[in-house]
């Protein structure tokens, strides 16, 4: 159609734009959509054609508005067949193509995916092609919650570790650990943050031994605190008692026995089932001002109260016994009790029966020394063999033990402390992992310390302590023949006691402002009952004065006789008011 003059322009514009319109609706709109995924999941944009009626058609995917002709950005594009070219191996056609389904799958897609995208399907013919816009915003979450197991398990500490999770799109910035006993509730947990992100391994220490706790854990990012990680329920290995047997007591029965009582140590104290007690006992020679060999026995740990008949004894003799309570793990401290004498033997008894007694007690003793012996080798005396044995591999092999690392105290945080090390001199073989020790800054090195162990290409260690105070610490390094001497001792604080100290405080604090709180309500309740009653007293002393004013105002010198008397009146008003 030709449209003439500028009478017909009007009608001919509006037809242009009639078609416009009409194309736009029929074949070549863009529609478009919103979509909302998280951090970490596969997403896919829709967008088909019907394939049965235009047959296999090339389709590319953009990000931004689709242009006038192709798209922008292209991150995946097809022939209608197959995919001809992608930016990413995260972009995929997951669908039939041959059907018509050109769908955009993004496989675990990041905040930085968010945006527009823009599919075109290339229909042939003007102002043809299927246009398809969507939005897609990805949204950052929490972190999935960690999955903890246990390392290594000791007397007084274990060691758990851990493996990176999703970080639900920001990185992680801490980690939280909770430990509580197992019979105790989640609310009497320690709570220990740990500010090193990158940490895969922990180790608490100063824990108590036979003692079982529950321990978990959360991951957090800035958009919050993961779930609960798996609990770990973790059993301390078995130690030697840390106390003595209690309430001992010798009581002489006859010349020739004594009987002993005592009760186990304390619980707390016990750090495993008690197996059994050694009882030690020899002879005191008052001539010779010394004590003569020790005999010992075994019993069987049964009862709350146990007992035992010292027997074979000397008649009129002092004896000194010790008890000691065992576990599996070892041997605890001795008790002991005053010596005790035997009682004084009555001379009834004939020649031969006596000399039957002395050779049966003679047999006992050696009986019990043998036994003793035994025992005692494989408790007490086990450590000082096997230092022996490494003496004599040390100066027949005349190897080089490697040197010791130089420790360095990198962070305390709350309970928490951090330690860095640095390797020595391997020595005639590599090395092959490090320990440390760790005990109270007043105790003995050879008493209740605590030891971890660490592989050899670890060089840094984040530990819990659970008791909070004053500590030593020390490292060796190790090697297939020999370990090296201590290296450079740390004493640190922890600084729990400090958190304390504070929280004492702001309590106090906090007393003080309600102590207050109370004065100013109590003055404000007086408040209210004394300004109302000025109020009033004031109010009638103003009316009385104003009233008393207006009376002497009125005074006047008019004096009247009446027949009752005489009337006298002084004021300004005249005589008819009154």
């Given at each position: 159609m030709i449209c003439l003059g500028n009478r017909h322009l009007p009608v001919c514009l509006s037809l242009f734009l009639c078609l416009l319109l009409g194309f736009s609706t029929f074949s070549g709109g863009v529609s478009a959509q919103g979509i909302i995924a998280t951090v970490g999941t596969d997403v896919t944009l829709a967008c088909n054609y019907n394939a049965k009626y235009y047959g296999k058609l090339p389709t590319c995917w953009g990000r931004g508005p689709i242009p006038n002709s192709g798209c922008n950005n292209v991150v995946i594009k097809s022939d209608g067949t197959s995919v001809t070219s992608r930016l990413s191996e995260r972009y995929l056609f997951m669908g039939d193509l041959s059907a018509g389904d050109v769908s955009l799958t993004i496989r675990q897609v990041e905040e930085g995916d968010s945006g527009m995208y823009g599919c075109r399907v290339e229909i042939p013919g003007w102002f043809n092609d299927h246009k398809h816009e969507q939005t897609l915003t990805v949204m950052a979450v929490r972190p999935n919650p960690v999955k903890v197991e246990t390392?290594?398990?000791?007397?007084?500490?274990?060691?758990?570790?851990?493996?990176?999770?999703?970080?639900?799109?920001?990185?992680?910035?801490?980690?939280?650990?909770?430990?509580?006993?197992?019979?105790?509730?989640?609310?009497t947990?320690?709570?220990?943050?740990?500010?090193?992100?990158?940490?895969t391994q922990m180790s608490?220490?100063?824990?108590?031994?036979a003692k079982?706790?529950?321990?978990?854990?959360?991951?957090?990012?800035?958009m919050g605190m993961s779930e609960a990680s798996n609990v770990l329920t973790v059993t301390t290995k078995e130690a030697a008692p840390d106390g003595p047997p209690l309430d001992m007591e010798l009581v002489a029965l006859s010349p020739q026995s004594i009987k002993v009582t005592w009760k186990?140590?304390?619980?707390?104290?016990?750090?495993?089932?008690?197996?059994?007690?050694?009882?030690?006992?020899?002879?005191?020679d008052p001539e010779g001002r010394q004590f003569k060999r020790w005999q010992h026995?075994?019993?069987?740990?049964?009862?709350?109260?146990?007992?035992?008949?010292?027997?074979?004894?000397?008649?009129?003799?002092?004896?000194?016994?010790?008890?000691?309570?065992?576990t599996n793990a070892g041997i605890g401290p001795a008790s002991s009790a005053p010596l005790c004498s035997t009682l004084e033997e009555v001379h009834r008894t004939t020649t031969p029966s006596t000399s039957m007694s002395a050779s049966t007690a003679a047999t006992l003793l050696i009986e019990d020394s043998t036994s003793f012996t035994s025992v005692h080798t494989t408790t007490t005396d086990k450590p000082v063999t096997a230092v022996t044995h490494w003496e004599d591999i040390t100066d027949i092999s005349t190897s080089v033990p490697p040197d010791p690392p130089v420790v360095e105290l990198k962070e305390v945080r709350g309970n928490a402390f951090s330690l860095l090390w640095t390797p020595g001199f391997e020595g005639d073989s590599p090395i092959t992992g490090y320990y440390l020790e760790y005990k109270a800054v007043h105790a003995l090195w050879d008493y209740t310390k605590t030891v971890l162990d660490f592989s050899p290409n670890q060089t840094e260690a984040t530990i819990i302590e659970m008791n909070p105070s004053t500590y030593n610490v020390r490292m060796f390094a190790k090697n297939s023949l020999a370990t090296?001497?201590?290296?450079?001792?740390?004493?640190?604080t922890t600084g729990e006691s400090?958190?304390?100290?504070?929280?004492?405080?702001?309590?106090?604090?906090?007393?003080?402002?309600?102590?207050?709180s109370v004065d100013e309500s109590q003055s404000g309740h007086l408040t209210a009952i004394v300004v109302p009653v000025v109020l009033v007293v004031l109010t009638v002393a103003v009316v009385t004065a104003w009233q008393l004013r207006r009376i002497k105002q009125k005074k006047g010198s008019l004096s009247m006789w009446l027949p009752g008397g005489a009337l006298r009146y002084r004021g300004p008003e005249s005589l008819q008011e009154l």
């Open positions: 390392r290594e398990v000791k007397e007084r500490a274990f060691t758990v570790r851990w493996t990176p999770v999703f970080d639900g799109g920001r990185p992680i910035t801490s980690y939280r650990i909770d430990i509580k006993n197992k019979q105790a509730s989640w609310d947990a320690i709570t220990t943050e740990i500010s090193n992100p990158e940490l608490l220490v100063d824990l108590r031994p079982t706790y529950n321990l978990r854990m959360f991951a957090t990012n800035s186990p140590p304390r619980l707390e104290q016990r750090n495993g089932v008690l197996r059994s007690y050694s009882i030690s006992y020899r002879e005191y026995l075994s019993v069987s740990a049964t009862r709350e109260v146990e007992s035992i008949i010292l027997g074979n004894l000397k008649p009129s003799t002092r004896y000194g016994v010790i008890i000691q309570a065992k090296s001497k201590a290296s450079n001792i740390l004493t640190i400090g958190q304390r100290t504070i929280d004492l405080v702001t309590t106090v604090s906090t007393d003080t402002h309600a102590a207050a």
